[in-house]
């Protein structure tokens, strides 16, 4: 089946630092990758995503690359801030033919805490 | 559109009692997913509406559940005989299927179950 992988965690940075969150997945066919955050007391939302093998994906300073030869979707940011405390989830869906089937499959998701 | 709008978001119940949550998904969006959460996990697929069409259920869902879209536009989500592993954070999305990969899903802030 599709599953999704997610270094375990809690992540705890000092401000300015780097932060790598490792992902991977098992698919059948080419899935779109995702990262969704979940702010403390808000709901889930898009991060960034990628579409196909090769694609980066970007938003607010975060950046992941979709590595088809790794199944790996690994999420990167060059320098952390406070308001990045969050938990992170890493999630695929499947396609076919063009189109998104929209379900999506989650990883068990990483707390991030930076302090200042 | 203030978004995807989810109610109650706190329900205590006591064991044996059934529930009923209502989403209100973003207006146009013709795709409304419900998913679930616990504790330290990521959020997994209950069932999936295209319109008012239920395409899919998961085997997560037992018979005690069940989901409505009339006129596919907002959803319930019932639970009969509710029992305390049904405690967790039910969340519900929608999203545009436009025919392309990568469909953005918008979810909302959950309703929190604590079967007592």
């Known amino acids: 089946g599709n599953s999704v992988t997610q270094m375990e965690g809690p992540v705890t940075l000092s401000e300015e630092a780097f932060l790598t969150i490792n992902c991977t997945y098992t698919a059948t066919g080419y899935p779109s990758l995702f990262w969704y955050v979940q702010y403390p007391g808000e709901g889930l939302q898009l991060l960034l995503k990628?579409?196909?093998?090769?694609d980066k994906g970007s938003n607010k300073g975060f950046e992941a690359t979709y590595r088809k030869e790794t199944t790996s979707f690994h999420l990167e940011k060059g320098s952390v801030q406070v308001s990045d405390s969050a938990v992170y989830f890493c999630?695929?869906?499947?396609?076919?033919?063009?189109?998104?089937?929209?379900?999506?499959?989650f990883g068990q998701g990483t707390i991030l805490t930076v302090h200042p | 559109d203030t978004g995807v709008s989810q109610n109650p978001r706190h329900k205590i119940t006591k064991r044996g009692q059934n529930v009923t949550f209502r989403c209100d998904p973003i207006?146009?969006?013709?795709?409304l997913y419900w998913y679930r959460q616990t504790l330290g996990q990521g959020p997994e697929f209950l069932t999936y509406f295209q319109n008012e069409a239920q395409l899919e259920k998961s085997r997560l869902l037992s018979d005690r559940f069940s989901a409505e879209r009339p006129k596919g536009s907002f959803s319930t989500l019932e639970i009969q005989r509710t029992e305390q592993g049904d405690s967790a954070m039910y969340l519900c999305?929608?999203?545009?299927?436009?025919?392309?990969?990568?469909?953005?899903?918008?979810f909302g802030q959950g309703t929190r179950l604590t079967v007592v």
């Open positions: 999630a695929l869906s499947l396609n076919a033919g063009g189109t998104s089937y929209g379900k999506l499959t």
């Open positions: 207006s146009e969006h013709n795709r």
């Open positions: 990628a579409t196909k093998a090769d």
């Open positions: 999305a929608s999203s545009l299927d436009r025919g392309r990969v990568g469909e953005e899903a918008f």
